[in-house]
C-alpha cells in the first residue's frame, strides 16, 4: 500500500498534447478531510490536472487513485462522478428560473444514491439536510429567492451547496472566489474553513489574498509547467525562491 490513506494519490502523471507536456511528472497526494490550495501562473497545468482527475483528460501515463482502490485513468467521467468527485466549474450554473431551495432540492434529487423521483415529495430528513446546507451557504434568508436573481458570489455559495448535498469524497473548486466582491470573497474564505476537516477539498486559486485566508491551517501546492515546483505551508511556499522567481520573473 503506497496511498497512506490519502483520498487522492497521483504519481508521475503525464499529459502530452502533441508532444507538449502540460503535465510532465506530477506527483500529489490529497489526505482525507484535506483543504489543499494548488496555485501556480497561467498555463502551470492546473485546469489540465482537474480534467486529469475528473476522467476528462487521459494521461499519456502514470497513475492516478482515488480512495485505496480506484484507478481514474481506467474510469469514464460519469463513473468518477458517480464514485463521490465533484467538480465546481469557474462559471456558476444553476437553475436561473427555480427558487434557491429548488436548486438544492434538484440537486439532491439527480444524486444517484439517493432513491427518489422528480416529483416526489422530500421527507422532513431530505428538508433538515437542505435547512442545513442553506445555513452553511449563508442563504437560509434567501431560499425562495429565483436564482437568477442572486449576485454572482450567492450563485456561486449556491453551486457550492449543490454539490455538497450530494456529499462528494473529493471536491474540486476552480477559481471560486473570481469575479467576487471583497466582502463575498472573506465569506467564502469563512465558508471553506468551516468545511476544513469534514471533507477532502482542492481549490486552484488565483487570489492570493484568498488563498492565505484559507491556506492558514493547510498546505499550499505550487505548480510550474505540469509538475510542483514547491509545497508546504503558504510562508514556506512564499520565501522559496523558486516560486518567487516564478510569479515574479526575477
Ligand atoms: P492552467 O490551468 O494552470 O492555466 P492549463 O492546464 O490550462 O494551465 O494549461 C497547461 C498548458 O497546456 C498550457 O500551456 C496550455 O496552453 C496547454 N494546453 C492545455 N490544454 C491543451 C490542449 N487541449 N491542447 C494543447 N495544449 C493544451
Redesign the pocket.
Known amino acids: 500500500d503506497t496511498t497512506h490513506g490519502a483520498i487522492l494519490y497521483l504519481e508521475d502523471i503525464v499529459v502530452s498534447?502533441?508532444g507538449?507536456k502540460?503535465?510532465n511528472n506530477l506527483n500529489l497526494d490529497i489526505s482525507v478531510g484535506e483543504l489543499r490550495c494548488i496555485i501556480?501562473?497561467?498555463?502551470?497545468?492546473?485546469?489540465?490536472?482537474m480534467?486529469v482527475i475528473t476522467g476528462k483528460t487521459r494521461p499519456t501515463s502514470g497513475t492516478a487513485f482515488f480512495g485505496q482502490t480506484m484507478d481514474l485513468t481506467r474510469m469514464s467521467e460519469v463513473d468518477i462522478a458517480h464514485a463521490g468527485i465533484g467538480r465546481k466549474f469557474q462559471r456558476p450554473t444553476v437553475f436561473e428560473q427555480h427558487s434557491v431551495f429548488e436548486n438544492l432540492e434538484l440537486a439532491m434529487k439527480m444524486d444517484k444514491r439517493v432513491k427518489t423521483t422528480l416529483f416526489a415529495r422530500l421527507n422532513s430528513e431530505q428538508k433538515d439536510k437542505i435547512a442545513a446546507i442553506l445555513q452553511l451557504i449563508r442563504l437560509d434568508e434567501q431560499e425562495q429567492r429565483q436564482a437568477g436573481l442572486l449576485s454572482h458570489g450567492q450563485k456561486q455559495w449556491l453551486e457550492i451547496g449543490m454539490l455538497l448535498i450530494q456529499e462528494p469524497q473529493l471536491i474540486l473548486l476552480d477559481e471560486p472566489v473570481a469575479g467576487m466582491s471583497d466582502a463575498e470573497t472573506a465569506r467564502t474564505a469563512e465558508l471553506l474553513n468551516e468545511l476544513r476537516g469534514k471533507h477532502s477539498i482542492m481549490v486552484?486559486e488565483h487570489d492570493m489574498g484568498f488563498v492565505t485566508e484559507i491556506a492558514q491551517q493547510g498546505k499550499v501546492t505550487v505548480?510550474h509547467e505540469?509538475s510542483v515546483l514547491a509545497e508546504g505551508t503558504m510562508a514556506q511556499v512564499q520565501a522559496d525562491d523558486r516560486v518567487i522567481e516564478v510569479y515574479l520573473g526575477r
Do not use: E
Open positions: 498534447f502533441d507538449f502540460a503535465i501556480g501562473p497561467n498555463g502551470a497545468g492546473k485546469t489540465t490536472m480534467d486552484v505548480l505540469g
